[in-house]
């Protein structure tokens, strides 16, 4: 064979073996269509009580200022409409737990009936889990009181989105689809309420929002996720290990009113007369968001002792929302309650219901050590 011959089945030999190697590339695999019967899939309640993720805004570009008169509520019906995928994971039942429009917004008595409701939910074999939409600014607290309340091994999840319903590059579609994968799966079971946001899965009792409005804000500030709801399956890798939902002593009964608890917050030379006055008002409890690892100030621990005097039960917090309120000599023989790693607020949900049971400093303390 010539020269020039060899040169030309060279160059015709090496698009022939380009072609060949592109075909090994793996072609892209779409998902598998929605089953056509539904019968199998599990039964997820979506219930709504509203927030950010029912809200519109206008124009699209509009992500902070939103929802008002003048923007129409995104009714329930209105996510199945928007994500027809929904069909595809769960049979969803809708439950509207919002109030009239202008209705104030989260105040306690809606806590009481979305936890009555569930409450009822639970008992039905045929739901599987609970999807719970909610405002982002109080629904760790929402959260928690359920994970207190509720009776149930089955999932329960709260979610909301950072961004409204119409916003450019909305959070809310997928946080929504997710929190109903996850209120689906069968790993969920037994480990209390959940919090199911950018793919995060936290639990009730340790999540916290961290920040005003960017959209990765949640977390477990201490101890992290315990899961992830991945784009191709629901994961977890932990347990909690704090008593909750069906291990709940403060579960399946009905709380119409709790006793009322304040929050007094320290800081340098954070005064006294804040708590007088709110004992005046005949508080049974306070949570003292201290400083440090817990420290009120000086005027505040005496004000404390004479809070302690009329019967009060005092819980000390840290403002440094990491690390545990420590159970050291001095703040035993003060006999004020550790509130371990709680935020304030969820400190005075649960001084609140241990309240409901007993006054005993000691028994108060078991209580936190146990949730």
């Not at 779409?30 to 997820?44: E, I």
């Not at 992290?224 to 399946?252: K, M, N």
């Amino acid at each position: 064979m010539t020269l020039r011959k060899s040169v030309l089945c060279l160059l015709l030999a090496v698009p022939l073996c380009g072609a060949a190697q592109a075909q090994e590339i793996p072609r892209y695999a779409p998902p598998p269509p929605l089953p056509a019967d539904t019968a199998a899939l599990p039964t997820v309640v979506l219930m709504s009580y509203g927030g950010t993720i029912a809200s519109r805004g206008q124009p699209r570009l509009n992500i902070t200022n939103y929802g008002g008169k003048e923007n129409k509520r995104v009714d329930p019906q209105d996510w199945l409409d928007d994500l027809p995928e929904l069909r595809g994971i769960a049979n969803i039942v809708l439950d509207d737990a919002r109030g009239p429009a202008d209705a104030p917004s989260a105040v306690y008595a809606d806590q009481v009936r979305i936890a009555r409701r569930m409450n009822e939910l639970v008992q039905d074999p045929k739901v599987q889990g609970i999807v719970l939409t909610h405002g982002t600014n109080s629904m760790a607290e929402t959260a928690y009181y359920l994970n207190l309340v509720v009776k149930t091994d089955k999932p329960i999840v709260l979610v909301g989105s950072q961004r409204p319903w119409t916003g450019l590059s909305g959070d809310g579609p997928r946080n929504l689809y997710d929190a109903v994968r996850v209120a689906a799966s069968k790993q969920a079971w037994g480990k209390g309420v959940l919090h199911c946001m950018d793919q995060f899965i936290n639990t009730a009792r340790d999540v916290t929002k961290t920040k005003a409005y960017r959209v990765q804000t949640f977390q477990g500030i201490d101890v992290g996720a315990i899961g992830f709801a991945d784009p191709d399956q629901v994961v977890f890798y932990r347990e909690p290990v704090r008593r909750h939902t069906s291990a709940s002593e403060f579960a399946g009964r009905d709380y119409p009113a709790l006793p009322p608890v304040e929050i007094a917050y320290s800081y340098r030379d954070a005064p006294g007369y804040p708590i007088d006055a709110m004992v005046k008002r005949g508080v049974k409890g306070i949570v003292v968001d201290g400083t440090g690892a817990g420290s009120p100030t000086a005027e505040q621990t005496a004000a404390i002792k004479r809070a302690q005097a009329k019967g009060v039960v005092v819980v000390a917090t840290a403002r440094t929302r990491g690390g545990r309120v420590q159970d050291t000599p001095r703040r035993r023989d003060a006999h004020i309650v550790p509130g371990d790693n709680l935020p304030p607020e969820k400190a005075r949900i649960l001084l609140q219901l241990a309240l409901t049971r007993t006054r005993d400093v000691q028994d108060v303390q078991r209580i936190f050590d146990e949730y």
